[in-house]
């Protein structure tokens, strides 16, 4: 059992920063690729980014190319994503997910495919 913790949400406004961390305990997050989703209200949980287990593979929606990035540290059993030039639209829960069943270089989109979750961590920007 994963247990996961986000941490670093917040009120920013349109343009700001904000980073993310998932704070794992219970075991070691090496054997898992590991994933960010959002769920806005009203809408379903959608993929944001994730890494594959061995870190060298990362994905992004194309929401946020090009203003978020992911990364992994195993040594701190953590994973965070960097938030830049933050707009309304991302205004979202974000949750942290990990995934066991994928391959080693793997990255998986959708929320099935994931086996622990966070509870998440509110994101709000404001005009």
């Known amino acids: 059992q994963v247990h996961l913790v986000e941490l670093g949400g917040g009120l920013v406004q349109d343009g700001g920063s904000l980073r993310l961390t998932c704070q794992a305990s219970g075991r070691t997050i090496d054997n898992y690729a590991m994933g960010w989703f959002r769920q806005a209200p009203g809408k379903e949980r959608e993929f944001v980014a994730g890494?594959?287990?061995?870190?060298?593979?990362?994905v992004l929606a194309d929401s946020v190319k090009g203003r978020f990035t992911i990364s992994r540290d195993n040594v701190k059993n953590s994973v965070n994503l960097q938030m830049n030039n933050l707009n309304l639209e991302d205004t979202a829960i974000y949750y942290c997910?990990?995934?066991?069943?994928?391959?080693?270089?793997?990255?998986?989109?959708?929320?099935?495919?994931?086996?622990?979750w966070g509870l998440g961590t509110q994101v709000t920007v404001s005009s």
């Open positions: 997910a990990a995934d066991f069943r994928s391959g080693w270089f793997d990255v998986a989109k959708t929320p099935r495919n994931y086996d622990f």
């Open positions: 890494v594959s287990r061995n870190g060298d593979d990362r």
